[in-house]
C-alpha cells in the first residue's frame, strides 16, 4: 500500500499549469516539522523540519489555484511517486513528490475568505467589504 498523510504549511504559491482541454496541474512545496523533545538524560533534540514537492491534478489543482496561499495549513492524502530526468546538462536527477488525492485546508476561514476575497475584490473596492458579504453568505447556509 502507497499512503501518505501529511499535515504542514504551504511554502510557496501553487505553480498551475493547464493543458489538453482545460486540465490542469498544481505543485508547491509543503513543510511538516517534528517538534524537538528533550530525552530523559537532558539531550535536546531540535525540531525537524522536512520539504516535501506536492501535485495536484484537474478539480483539485484549480481549487488550489485559487484558494491555496503561501503559509496555509493543509492536510494531503496522496501516494509517494518517485521519478527521475535529465537536466539541460544531461545529469540525471531524482524527484520524490506527493500525489495528492485530498486536500483539506486547515488555515482559520476567515483567512481563507479574506485571502480570496483580496483576489476577487474589484477595482476601487476593499478586501473588508467583500469579507464581511462573504461571511454573510456563509452564516446563512444550514450547514
Request: hydrophobic fraction near 30%; aromatic fraction near 8%; charged fraction near 25%.
Amino acid at each position: 500500500m502507497n499512503k501518505v498523510m501529511l499535515i504542514g504549511n504551504v511554502g510557496k504559491e501553487p505553480d498551475v499549469r493547464y493543458y489538453d482541454r482545460d486540465q490542469a496541474v498544481a505543485t508547491f512545496s509543503l513543510a511538516t516539522t517534528e517538534r524537538g523533545y528533550t530525552l530523559q538524560n537532558g539531550t535536546q533534540v531540535p525540531d525537524r523540519t522536512e520539504w516535501h514537492n506536492v501535485v495536484l491534478y484537474r478539480g483539485l489543482a484549480k481549487i488550489a489555484e485559487k484558494y491555496v496561499h503561501k503559509g496555509d495549513k493543509l492536510f494531503i492524502e496522496g501516494k509517494i511517486r518517485n521519478r527521475s530526468y535529465d537536466d539541460q546538462k544531461g545529469v540525471k536527477r531524482y524527484v520524490t513528490e506527493i500525489i495528492a488525492d485530498n486536500m483539506e485546508m486547515l488555515s482559520p476561514k476567515s483567512a481563507i475568505v479574506e485571502q480570496a476575497s483580496v483576489s476577487q475584490a474589484p477595482v476601487g473596492s476593499t478586501a473588508s467589504q467583500n469579507t464581511n458579504d462573504s461571511e454573510t453568505e456563509d452564516d446563512q447556509l444550514p450547514f
